[in-house]
């Protein structure tokens, strides 16, 4: 059986059509007729021609998205062809994942390089255990039998894949057209969510994609923090304890800090307090001592349970470092935990930010949260 899988994988890639990723001609002839419009995302533009087709532009990589009913233009050189309709996603960008299911979508993507146990999505995890998705390894080492015999219609990564290039090259080999997203590069928390009109595109339902995001940034758009003094916000300090006891915590110009901000509060940690990495990464460990100096006195807690889990009570809180007892927010009840699905859920941005404002402006507990709970 292994033996005829090979032949058939081997077969399979030499006959794929030009429907995929393959290169062609200059696009200096197409007509554009309007452009997507954003509201919050820097890292993506889309373009829209006469011929109705559209030209995706992220970080100078060119796609061309061609409609089911459009023949492939003879002028793509440089661009990456996506044709409609695309089935059989193989998702590498874990972030994707949340905004593909939200619109409808996610019966579209059938491979990931998650395990089951990895994600925090239930429905995602469900789809993992029961094979409706399946696990074809780690995106650095992926099945590419199984990418071909799956006929992968789009394969999309994180830019974690510039590190294994040889795997990017692989796949466009197959003719798997390979799409490397920068949500994560949005300097703006509602910037990551707006990708879901990108995905609805490709999906042929952007009608749905943009109701969806309307409808999710309205109480956003509604919160009035704009003119309340630096002087008056609340402090906040987002972190967790790791197993060797340093104190992880988001970098200043990361976009949690960024959702503070944009919800009526002050992030406590400042560039200016800190000797921050120039690395790509969005934490950093600190000291003990150089958290207890710089968030003793912070109004406000928010314990990050995405590495070790959620936390219920205060004590269980003090357990991960005895000098937690001594801070303000402890003493006086003001700790939040988050709950383990914030990250992977990219649709609820504009929830957990709506989630901060009601703890900044002490509407909590009358407030009915999403992400973040109050430890006992």
């Known amino acids: 059986m292994r033996m005829v899988r090979l032949l058939s994988f081997i077969t399979a890639a030499a006959l794929l059509s030009v429907t995929g990723c393959e290169k062609r001609k ?12 954003l509201k919050y995302s820097e890292q993506f533009r889309v373009d829209y021609c006469e011929n109705g087709c559209s030209v995706v532009d992220i970080d100078g990589a060119k796609y061309l998205i061609v409609p089911e009913d459009v023949d492939i233009p003879d002028d793509t050189t440089g661009m990456t062809v996506i044709k409609q309709p695309v089935e059989n996603i193989y998702v590498a960008a874990t972030s994707a994942m949340d905004l593909f299911d939200s619109i409808g979508g996610l019966n579209r993507v059938t491979m990931t390089s998650t395990t089951a146990d990895s994600w925090s999505l239930p429905v995602v995890k469900d789809a993992v255990y029961s094979g409706d998705i399946e696990y074809i390894g780690k995106y650095s080492s992926p099945d590419y039998e199984t990418l071909v015999a799956e006929k992968c219609g789009l394969a999309l990564e994180s830019t974690m894949i510039y590190h294994t290039p040889k795997v990017k090259e692989q796949l466009e080999s197959f003719d798997i057209p390979v799409m490397v997203e920068r949500s994560s590069y949005e300097t703006h928390p509602l910037g990551r969510m707006e990708w879901v009109k990108l995905y609805g595109l490709i999906l042929g339902d952007y ?4 109701q969806l995001f309307s409808e999710k940034t309205k109480a956003f758009e509604e919160l009035s923090v704009g003119d309340i003094p630096d002087t008056e916000r609340k402090t906040a300090a987002f972190f967790y304890v790791t197993s060797n006891g340093y104190f992880n915590i988001r970098k200043p110009a990361d976009y949690v800090a960024r959702m503070i901000g944009l919800a009526g509060g002050k992030y406590i940690f400042t560039a200016d307090d800190l000797s921050v990495d120039d690395n790509a990464l969005s934490t950093m460990n600190i000291q003990a ?3 207890y100096e710089l968030a003793h006195d912070a109004d406000i807690l928010i314990y990050n349970s995405t590495i070790d889990g959620e936390l219920n009570t205060i004590d269980e809180l003090i357990g991960k470092n005895s000098i937690l007892a001594d801070f303000r927010a402890v003493r006086e009840g003001n700790v939040w935990c988050t709950g383990q699905n914030m990250f992977q859920q990219t649709t609820g941005a504009a929830d957990m930010i709506c989630d901060l404002n009601s703890i900044f402006t002490d509407k909590a507990d009358s407030a009915e949260l999403t992400y973040l709970h109050r430890l006992d």
């Open 289 to 291: 001592e150089t958290f």
């Open 26 to 37: 200059d696009t200096a002839e197409f007509d554009i007729k309007g452009s997507m419009e």
């Open 207 to 210: 009608e749905a994609a943009e």
